[in-house]
């Protein structure tokens, strides 16, 4: 087969996987549930490696746009363009140096994680569901990286809402995981409604302004290319910024961002795919992929970059003050995230993507090694009750351990050069509403929090004395691990393989991507040159302030991580406890997270409530009234017909029917059964008859003989 | 013979025996009240019939065996209706234990 129509098996193989186990996996052995959920994976994988060469191979041909598969056409409309009319969206997917990296990061880090799953479900009683989800969960990720056109895009980011909904809510017997799951699904809707309406005013403007009716992405980029003195910017900065409303519910931005650390209450594994490899890392993807956009409205991209930045330093702060290791790490995702969009915000597309990669690994590698701790210590996921885990967990600590140095920017390790990257083109950009600096200098700050909290993360859970002893009552969060809890254990290989794998790529994964400073040419940039239409990969001559702000952050992010080990290793956390006392109302602002969940509460949700209640007074009174009142008056009018119906028509058909008893009741006296009665009768009458007829015959002599003639 | 019979007759004769035939019968199916008896008086109401036919068939010009084809037909006719009615009559005499037409009136109510 052709590979244009291979492409398609790297998307429908998880979706496959998905339907036997969904339908046939409760019948088949667990080994078997894993084998099928793991092998769709691996295969799309491996597609994903063979496409990823062809892409290279031919990223040099004139007019290359990507590895174009089959596609079928979807919605079309009377035209002579085709056999089918004109086609306005269609089912294809393309695969472009862009997409090369998001399937590869899918599906790699997917796998991982699916390897990992197998262990860390391995005792779960709905264990085939979980894989079938999992797989339907990279499935949708693919659709989304993989479309041709923005409809198809939304079946993938639709479907990962979706997923979001299963997994997080996987645990549905608790309540609090149900309704985090609903929550998750509901703020993505929120966004998702910008996102539609964002789509439509684009197909719209396009169409009704210069003919070009499409949500083809190569063909909207090329339409805004050819009219680029045409367009009107304001129209696209508001199509860019409902996108980003878009975005910013599937990425967990300010202020749709809510959902995430809810999002916690899923299985870990499951965190770690919506945090690593997929969902989250959509609405990067596609602020990205829509580029050709928010090149054309500074204002979109202004608002892109600052939220992006406020998100990384608002939940930057919070991350400080949780106690829940996943907590921490979903908060660290957000501002990452911040990070990310903070990117593509000032135009650093392959910045954005590189830092969506690198996180890709080391947060994969933490949240999977959370996981690890988490089931070592049988459920508890509180920091403050760990402690000198390192000794009892050493491969789940030292994967633990240098994916906290990568996240937290420590140089060479993967993070240090895209956070650096994000940071210094920050620094750099001249074509926002606002400088540059103002944006750096939100991440710088977000950068050295973040280095601090993860700092703090790794020194509660690993380092000084063990603090689970008296844990161990409320060990069974997770229930259902049937795990002593008495020591905490490293767990199995299908555990540690995946932690290792990803550690690995935390350290080397960030050397595609080197900044220009360091003289060698960024590969990574280079390699997305052709998607985001930047010069990339060629040398350019490196400002002197660049080297100063690498400078800043490798300070910063040290200075973070030796405040950390500091405040958390040497002072035993003496001096954090003081500073809570002391200004105990910041403390408990930030630990509650900035009561951003009781302010929409307050804001949204009451309001809504209270609204429902009085319409509901309204629909009492008013609605039903009316209704009442109608039905009060058809009623009394039913009496009268009612009446009348009872008395003359009824009194017709009852008087016909007694009339006919009556009659039948006199009649019934001639039957009276005895055979010889009825025939004597017939005999009388047919002799009645006879002489009637003879008399007839001869009615002349008749009259003579009655003299009647 | 029956050249002889015919020609020795005139059709009233033939006449005269099936109406007193008929008569019979029919007071046979009237008075008696013995399911057996009223099939009697029905078989002599038919081979009155049976003569009638064959004496008109016979003193008829043109009729040919018309007649006397009617009547074999009559005659099968008697024979299935006999067995039929003799079924019923097995039939009245298992549920009343006799064979009493007048007892057999319970349809009237």
Same mark, same amino acid.
């Given at each position: 087969?052709?590979?244009?129509?291979?492409?398609?098996?790297?998307?429908?193989?998880?979706?496959?996987?998905?339907? &036997?186990?969904?339908?046939?996996?409760?019948?088949?052995?667990?080994?078997?549930?894993?084998?099928?959920?793991?092998?769709?994976?691996?295969?799309?994988?491996?597609?994903?490696?063979?496409?990823?060469?062809?892409?290279? *191979?031919?990223?040099?041909?004139?007019?290359?746009?990507?590895?174009?598969?089959?596609?079928?056409?979807?919605?079309?409309?009377?035209?002579?363009?085709?056999?089918?009319?004109?086609?306005?969206?269609?089912?294809?997917?393309?695969?472009?140096?862009?997409?090369?990296?998001?399937?590869?990061?899918?599906?790699?880090?997917?796998?991982?994680?699916?390897?990992?799953?197998?262990?860390? !479900?391995?005792?779960?009683?709905? *264990?085939?569901?979980?894989?079938?989800?999992?797989?339907?969960?990279?499935?949708? !990720?693919?659709?989304?990286?993989?479309?041709?056109?923005?409809?198809?895009?939304?079946?993938?980011?639709?479907?990962?809402?979706?997923?979001?909904?299963?997994?997080?809510?996987?645990?549905?017997?608790?309540?609090?995981?149900?309704?985090?799951?609903?929550?998750?699904?509901?703020?993505?809707?929120?966004?998702?409604?910008?996102?539609?309406?964002?789509?439509?005013?684009?197909?719209?403007?396009?169409?009704?302004?210069?003919?070009?009716?499409?949500?083809?992405?190569?063909?909207?980029?090329?339409?805004?290319?050819?009219?680029?003195?045409?367009?009107?910017?304001?129209?696209?900065?508001?199509?860019?910024?409902?996108?980003?409303?878009?975005?910013?519910?599937?990425?967990?931005?300010?202020?749709?961002?809510?959902?995430?650390?809810?999002?916690?209450?899923?299985?870990?594994?499951?965190?770690?795919?919506?945090?690593?490899?997929?969902?989250?890392?959509?609405?990067?993807?596609?602020?990205?992929?829509?580029?050709? &956009?928010?090149?054309?409205?500074?204002?979109?991209?202004?608002?892109?970059?600052? @939220?992006?930045?406020?998100?990384?330093?608002?939940?930057?702060?919070?991350?400080?003050?949780?106690?829940?290791?996943?907590?921490?790490?979903?908060?660290?995702?957000?501002?990452?995230?911040?990070?990310?969009?903070?990117?593509?915000?000032?135009?650093?597309?392959?910045?954005?993507?590189?830092?969506?990669?690198?996180?890709?690994?080391?947060?994969?590698?933490?949240?999977?090694?959370?996981?690890?701790?988490?089931?070592? !210590?049988?459920?508890?996921?509180?920091?403050?009750?760990?402690?000198?885990?390192?000794?009892?967990?050493?491969?789940?600590?030292?994967?633990?351990?240098?994916?906290?140095?990568?996240?937290?920017?420590?140089?060479?390790?993967?993070?240090?050069?895209?956070?650096?990257?994000?940071?210094?083109?920050?620094?750099?950009?001249?074509?926002?509403?606002?400088?540059?600096?103002?944006?750096?200098?939100?991440?710088?700050?977000?950068?050295?929090?973040?280095?601090?909290?993860?700092?703090?993360?790794?020194?509660?859970?690993?380092?000084?004395?063990?603090?689970?002893?008296?844990?161990?009552?409320?060990?069974?969060?997770?229930?259902?691990?049937?795990?002593?809890?008495?020591?905490?254990?490293?767990?199995?290989?299908?555990?540690?393989?995946?932690?290792?794998?990803?550690?690995?790529?935390?350290?080397?994964?960030?050397?595609?991507?080197?900044?220009?400073?360091?003289?060698?040419?960024?590969?990574?940039?280079?390699?997305?040159?052709?998607?985001?239409?930047?010069?990339?990969?060629?040398?350019?001559?490196?400002?002197?302030?660049?080297?100063?702000?690498?400078?800043?952050?490798?300070?910063?992010?040290?200075?973070?991580?030796?405040?950390?080990?500091?405040?958390?290793?040497?002072?035993?956390?003496?001096?954090?406890?003081?500073?809570?006392?002391?200004?105990?109302?910041?403390?408990?602002? @930030?630990?509650?997270?900035?009561?951003?969940?009781?302010?929409?509460?307050?804001?949204?949700?009451?309001?809504?409530?209270?609204?429902?209640? !009085?319409?509901?007074?309204?629909?009492?009174?008013?609605?039903?009234?009316? &209704?009442?009142?109608?039905?009060?008056?058809?009623?009394?009018?039913?009496?009268?017909?009612?009446?009348?119906?009872?008395?003359?028509?009824?009194?017709?058909?009852?008087?016909?029917?007694?009339?006919?008893?009556?009659?039948?009741?006199?009649?019934?006296?001639?039957?009276?059964? *005895?055979?010889?009665?009825?025939?004597?009768?017939?005999?009388?009458?047919?002799?009645?008859?006879?002489?009637?007829?003879?008399?007839?015959?001869?009615?002349?002599?008749?009259?003579?003989?009655?003299?009647?003639? | 013979?029956?050249?002889?019979?015919?020609?020795?007759?005139?059709?009233?004769?033939?006449?005269?025996?099936?109406?007193?035939?008929?008569?019979?019968?029919?007071?046979?199916?009237?008075?008696?009240?013995?399911?057996?008896?009223?099939?009697?008086?029905?078989?002599?109401?038919?081979?009155?019939?049976?003569?009638?036919?064959?004496?008109?068939?016979?003193?008829?010009?043109?009729?040919?065996?018309?007649?006397?084809?009617?009547?074999?037909?009559?005659?099968?006719?008697?024979?299935?209706?006999?067995?039929?009615?003799?079924?019923?009559?097995?039939?009245?005499?298992?549920?009343?234990?006799?064979?009493?037409?007048?007892?057999?009136?319970?349809?009237?109510?």
């Amino acid at each position: 087969m052709e590979l244009e129509k291979l492409v398609w098996l790297i998307p429908l193989l998880p979706i496959f996987g998905f339907a &036997v186990n969904l339908f046939f996996g409760r019948f088949l052995p667990r080994i078997a549930v894993n084998v099928i959920a793991c092998g769709a994976v691996l295969g799309s994988m491996i597609l994903s490696w063979v496409a990823f060469g062809y892409v290279r *191979h031919h990223a040099h041909d004139p007019g290359f746009e990507g590895l174009i598969s089959a596609g079928l056409p979807w919605i079309s409309v009377p035209g002579t363009e085709s056999a089918w009319g004109k086609v306005l969206a269609e089912h294809r997917l393309v695969i472009d140096q862009l997409t090369a990296v998001m399937i590869l990061v899918v599906t790699n880090v997917g796998f991982l994680i699916h390897l990992y799953s197998t262990g860390y !479900m391995a005792d779960d009683k709905r *264990h085939s569901r979980y894989f079938s989800y999992l797989n339907l969960f990279t499935g949708f !990720m693919l659709i989304l990286v993989m479309a041709s056109n923005l409809l198809l895009m939304f079946v993938g980011w639709e479907g990962v809402g979706l997923c979001s909904y299963l997994l997080i809510g996987f645990w549905f017997e608790k309540n609090e995981n149900a309704a985090a799951g609903m929550k998750a699904f509901v703020v993505n809707r929120i966004g998702d409604f910008g996102f539609t309406v964002g789509v439509l005013w684009l197909f719209f403007y396009l169409g009704s302004e210069f003919q070009v009716w499409t949500l083809d992405f190569r063909e909207i980029g090329r339409t805004i290319a050819a009219h680029h003195d045409a367009i009107l910017p304001s129209v696209m900065t508001g199509v860019g910024i409902l996108l980003f409303v878009g975005a910013t519910g599937k990425s967990a931005q300010l202020p749709l961002y809510t959902w995430l650390p809810d999002a916690m209450a899923g299985p870990t594994p499951v965190s770690a795919l919506i945090h690593a490899a997929t969902m989250v890392t959509a609405g990067v993807y596609m602020v990205a992929r829509m580029n050709f &956009v928010y090149a054309m409205s500074p204002t979109a991209m202004t608002v892109v970059a600052v @939220v992006g930045g406020l998100t990384a330093l608002f939940a930057g702060t919070i991350g400080v003050a949780q106690n829940d290791i996943k907590k921490v790490l979903a908060y660290s995702t957000v501002s990452q995230l911040g990070f990310m969009f903070m990117g593509v915000g000032v135009g650093a597309y392959a910045a954005g993507i590189f830092h969506l990669m690198t996180h890709a690994f080391f947060k994969g590698c933490l949240f999977l090694g959370s996981g690890s701790v988490i089931h070592g !210590m049988g459920g508890e996921q509180d920091i403050r009750k760990m402690g000198g885990l390192k000794k009892y967990m050493p491969i789940t600590f030292w994967t633990f351990l240098i994916a906290s140095l990568a996240i937290s920017g420590f140089p060479l390790l993967a993070g240090f050069w895209s956070k650096d990257e994000i940071l210094w083109k920050a620094f750099d950009a001249h074509d926002l509403k606002i400088p540059g600096p103002v944006i750096w200098s939100m991440g710088i700050i977000a950068a050295g929090f973040t280095a601090f909290y993860m700092t703090r993360l790794v020194v509660l859970t690993f380092f000084g004395e063990p603090r689970y002893a008296k844990a161990e009552e409320h060990h069974d969060a997770h229930g259902g691990h049937g795990h002593g809890h008495g020591t905490p254990h490293e767990s199995p290989w299908s555990m540690t393989v995946p932690l290792i794998v990803l550690a690995f790529l935390s350290v080397f994964g960030g050397f595609i991507g080197m900044g220009a400073w360091t003289g060698l040419s960024n590969v990574f940039e280079g390699w997305l040159a052709p998607v985001f239409g930047g010069h990339g990969a060629e040398p350019h001559k490196v400002p002197p302030m660049e080297y100063v702000m690498v400078a800043v952050s490798v300070i910063v992010g040290l200075g973070g991580i030796l405040l950390g080990l500091k405040v958390y290793l040497w002072d035993k956390g003496r001096a954090a406890e003081a500073f809570a006392q002391k200004a105990r109302p910041l403390y408990e602002l @930030v630990r509650d997270k900035y009561r951003v969940d009781e302010l929409y509460n307050a804001v949204a949700i009451e309001p809504l409530l209270a609204t429902n209640e !009085m319409l509901g007074r309204v629909d009492n009174i008013v609605v039903d009234g009316a &209704v009442n009142g109608a039905a009060s008056v058809s009623a009394a009018v039913s009496n009268r017909t009612g009446y009348f119906d009872n008395e003359v028509v009824d009194g017709l058909v009852n008087g016909a029917a007694t009339a006919t008893q009556t009659a039948g009741r006199a009649a019934r006296r001639l039957q009276t059964g *005895h055979i010889r009665q009825y025939l004597t009768t017939a005999l009388i009458g047919g002799l009645f008859v006879i002489a009637a007829f003879c008399l007839w015959l001869n009615r002349a002599a008749f009259q003579g003989f009655l003299g009647l003639n | 013979m029956t050249d002889y019979l015919f020609s020795r007759h005139p059709l009233e004769n033939f006449l005269v025996i099936s109406a007193a035939l008929f008569v019979l019968g029919v007071y046979t199916i009237i008075t008696r009240r013995n399911a057996v008896s009223i099939l009697m008086g029905v078989e002599l109401v038919l081979n009155a019939a049976n003569v009638n036919f064959v004496a008109f068939s016979q003193y008829m010009p043109g009729a040919g065996i018309h007649g006397s084809m009617f009547s074999i037909f009559v005659i099968l006719l008697a024979a299935a209706e006999a067995a039929v009615a003799l079924a019923i009559v097995i039939g009245i005499y298992q549920n009343f234990g006799r064979v009493d037409v007048d007892q057999a009136d319970l349809m009237k109510e």
